[in-house]
């Protein structure tokens, strides 16, 4: 089973930095779409940010600008760099992942998310 492991986020000011990170690992798997989502409180979950295989990225109108999706060379490590951070960035950040994994017979594919890490921006 490939498992996403997120780590980064925390407690700032508006303003600020903060870079979120998610490991994925397993075996015999590789990685199409790597994405970062988010929720607020009362809201839906709404994408922030994805990465092709290819390298191609996207980003929300809300965040363009301000955050950057990447990867590391492997593909293995998603990482989210975001700047100039609001109060409406607040919220509970989801890593996810659409999976392409050999189990003998022949591929599957299905999606795999993280566990959420929260970010807080006060004033």
């Known amino acids: 089973q490939v498992q996403l492991v997120e780590s980064g986020g925390g407690l700032l000011q508006a303003g600020g930095s903060l870079r979120l990170s998610c490991a994925a690992s397993?075996?015999?798997?590789?990685?199409?779409?790597f994405a970062w989502y988010r929720q607020a409180p009362g809201k839906q979950r709404e994408q922030v940010a994805f990465?092709?295989?290819?390298?191609?990225?996207h980003y929300a109108d809300s965040v363009k600008g301000r955050f950057t999706i990447s990867t590391d060379n492997a593909g293995n490590t998603l990482y989210l760099q975001m700047n100039k951070l609001k109060l409406e960035d607040t919220a509970v950040y989801y890593c996810?992942?659409?999976?392409?994994?050999?189990?003998?017979?022949?591929?599957?594919?299905?999606?795999?998310w993280g566990q959420g890490t929260h970010v807080t921006v006060s004033s």
């Open positions: 996810n992942a659409d999976i392409q994994q050999d189990y003998g017979l022949g591929t599957r594919v299905f999606p795999s």
């Open positions: 397993g075996s015999s798997f590789s990685i199409a779409i």
């Open positions: 990465i092709t295989s290819g390298g191609d990225t």
